[in-house]
C-alpha cells in the first residue's frame, strides 16, 4: 500500500488526466491509481463529474439540428447543386 | 418501410447525377450545419456557409484524393470560411490566461488550494446545459471546432489535426484548455446564480 501511496498521482496531475485524453489515454497501471485517487479525493471527483456534465451538455446543445427547416435547407441547397 | 441508403460514388457526384448529389446533402449536411452552429455562426450565417462548402467542394472535387473521410474532408472547407467569416467581426482573442487561473487552484504539492466549486446534484441539467452552450460561446473559434470534432463526431486525432492544420501537441492542448475554460466559466455561472 505505501509502495502504490508513493506512486499516487496528485490532484493536479489527476485534474490534468480529465482535462486532457481522459483515463482511456492512460497506461492500465496509471488508470488503477487515478481511480483509486478518485475515489479517495471528494474534489478531484467532483471535477471528473463535472468533466463528464460538460461534454454530456454540449453533445446535446450542439446535437444535428432536425425539423422540417433543415428539410427545407437540403432542398435549397440540392437545388443549388443541381444542373442549370 | 424506411427507404434504403442511396449509395453514390466521388464519380457520380463528378457526373453531376442528381441523385448522388441529393444522397451527399441528405448525409452530410446536418453535420456540417451542427458544426457550423457549433463554431459559433447565426442559423443564417451557418446555412449560408454550408452552402458554400457544397459548392467549393464541387467545384474543386478533382483536389479530393480522399486520404481524409468525405465528411472530415468537408468539415475543413466548412471551418476555413467560417473562421474568415468571423474573423473579420471578432475582436483579437486575448492571451490565453486559463493556466495561470487552474494553476492558483494548487498548492505546491499539486493538491487542491482552492478546490473546484460548482453545480452537482443540486444544478438542473437544463440549467447546466445552458450555462455549458453560453460558456461555449467564449472558446475560441479553433478549440470551438476541435471540441466539436472530437467530443460531437468522434473523430480521431490525426483527422481533426489535418482538419484543423494544427499538431497533435497543439490538439492537445486546445482541448485541455476548452475543457478548463469551460469548466471555470461554469463554476463562474453557478456562484452567480447561487
Redesign the interface.
Known amino acids: 500500500m505505501k509502495l502504490m501511496m508513493a506512486f499516487m498521482p496528485?490532484?493536479?496531475?489527476v485534474?490534468?488526466t480529465l482535462?486532457?485524453?481522459g483515463l482511456a489515454s492512460e497506461p492500465w497501471h496509471r488508470r488503477l491509481l487515478i481511480r483509486l485517487h478518485l475515489s479517495r479525493c471528494v474534489?478531484?471527483a467532483?471535477?471528473g463529474?463535472?468533466?463528464d456534465?460538460?461534454?454530456e451538455?454540449?453533445?446535446?446543445?450542439?446535437?444535428?439540428?432536425?425539423g422540417e427547416d433543415?428539410e427545407a435547407?437540403?432542398r435549397?441547397?440540392?437545388e443549388?447543386?443541381?444542373?442549370p | 418501410m424506411e427507404s434504403q441508403p442511396v449509395r453514390w460514388s466521388i464519380e457520380d457526384l463528378r457526373a453531376?447525377k442528381?441523385e448522388a448529389?441529393?444522397a451527399m446533402?441528405?448525409d452530410h449536411?446536418?453535420?456540417l450545419?451542427?458544426g457550423a452552429?457549433?463554431v459559433g455562426l447565426s442559423r443564417a450565417d451557418a446555412?449560408e456557409v454550408?452552402?458554400e462548402t457544397?459548392?467549393a467542394f464541387?467545384s474543386g472535387l478533382d483536389r479530393f484524393e480522399g486520404r481524409s473521410t468525405l465528411r472530415t474532408y468537408l468539415f475543413g472547407i466548412l471551418y476555413h470560411k467560417a473562421s474568415n467569416l468571423r474573423a473579420k467581426a471578432r475582436r483579437e482573442e486575448g492571451s490565453d490566461d486559463i493556466e495561470a487561473v487552474?494553476s492558483a487552484r494548487?498548492d505546491p504539492?499539486?493538491?487542491?488550494a482552492r478546490?473546484?466549486g460548482?453545480?452537482?446534484a443540486l444544478a438542473l441539467?437544463s440549467e447546466?446545459?445552458g450555462?455549458?452552450?453560453k460558456c461555449?460561446e467564449g472558446l475560441p473559434d479553433a478549440q470551438k471546432a476541435a471540441?466539436?470534432l472530437k467530443?460531437?463526431e468522434g473523430e480521431t486525432p490525426e483527422a481533426i489535426c489535418n482538419v484543423l492544420g494544427v499538431s497533435a501537441t497543439n490538439l492537445?492542448v486546445m482541448?485541455?484548455r476548452a475543457?478548463?475554460k469551460?469548466?471555470e466559466c461554469?463554476?463562474l455561472n453557478w456562484e452567480k446564480s447561487r
Do not use: Y
Open positions: 496528485n490532484c493536479r496531475e485534474a490534468k482535462c486532457g485524453g474534489f478531484c467532483r471535477f463529474r463535472q468533466m456534465r460538460i461534454c451538455s454540449l453533445k446535446a446543445a450542439w446535437a444535428e439540428p432536425k433543415v435547407f437540403k435549397r441547397v440540392i443549388r447543386l443541381g444542373p | 453531376r442528381p448529389l441529393t446533402v441528405n449536411l446536418p453535420t450545419l451542427a452552429l457549433a446555412e454550408v452552402q457544397f459548392v464541387l487552474v494548487f504539492a499539486g493538491m487542491w478546490p473546484p460548482g453545480p452537482e441539467d447546466i446545459r450555462w455549458v452552450e461555449s471540441f466539436f467530443e460531437i492537445r482541448l485541455h475543457r478548463l469551460l469548466r461554469l463554476e
